[in-house]
């Protein structure tokens, strides 16, 4: 039976408690709003560690002042059943004056150079600083062994890497596939802001990411490929911050765009912004 968990001493307690028989933690830190590519992660984590907390919290640090933070889906209940039906042992729920004690305007803050201020970091300027500020202070308050990130979210989880090197914390991450809904739409939060019409579109996206790989394969030029993604999303509706190849360190791909590639693609549809991405 999952624990909800909403003061950092009870949490320390359970975790120190955990140590001292030796046991692994995972942690699995989310926003809520949970669906099953979050419960696949928690399936992920169990893998390396032998208790699991996943954290439910809605950073405002890394929300944009235009960006969707006040709307942002609050599912606390629903996401704490599924937790618990995924085999998670705590859910650990902060308020925002537990994770940022001092108020958020006094709050330490980490900064992302270099992986995270290209792509989503131009487009969303500040946000990855605001991910590993979380996410620094989630490892501080979890000592987790490992943690798992969703491949989704693929730059993120370069820059949680990144700063994980960097800080030197004691923690293994792990990557968790991306899930999909039957016609490709990787599933996503955000996906229930989608009208009917705007749903049917959405799945473009995915197809354009095929479309890329196929292109790259057959030996179109990179400039010509990312020309092409951006005039097939627009085609179908979508507003396109950027449609591009990339090499899975996320640095420009070489000379000959040889090895393995990324193809990664943010747009809004309507007032949605939806990312997705497919190695390949």
Known sequence: MIESVTELPRLRALVAGWK???????????????????????????????????????????????????????????????????????????????????????????????????????SRP???????????????????????????????????????????????????????????????SRNQYLSADARVRAVEMYRTLQAMREARIDGVEIAEIEGNASQRLRNAGFVVDYAVLRQPSLALPDAGGSGSLMALIAAKLDSTRLIDNLEF
């Open 20 to 122: 001292r028989e030796g046991l692994r933690v995972g942690l699995v830190p989310t926003m809520g709003n949970l669906h099953a590519g979050h419960f696949s992660l928690v399936e992920r984590v169990r893998e390396r560690a032998d208790r699991v907390v996943a954290s439910i919290f809605v950073n405002p640090t890394q929300f944009g002042p235009n960006e969707d933070f006040s709307r942002y889906p609050r599912t606390p209940d629903a996401d704490i059943a599924g937790l618990d039906q995924a085999g998670c042992d705590v859910a650990w729920l902060p308020s925002v004056a537990a994770m940022y004690p001092l108020g958020i305007e006094k709050a330490m803050r980490m900064h992302a150079p270099g992986v995270g201020e290209t792509l989503e970091g131009e």
């Open 126 to 188: 500040g946000h990855f600083d605001g991910v590993c500020t979380v996410v620094s202070r989630l490892f501080n308050q979890v000592q987790p062994d490992a943690a798992a990130f969703g491949r989704k979210d693929y730059q993120q989880l370069a820059v949680i890497r990144q700063m994980v090197q960097d800080m030197a914390f004691p923690v293994e991450i792990l990557a968790g596939d991306i899930v999909r809904e039957a016609d490709g739409l990787a599933m996503s």
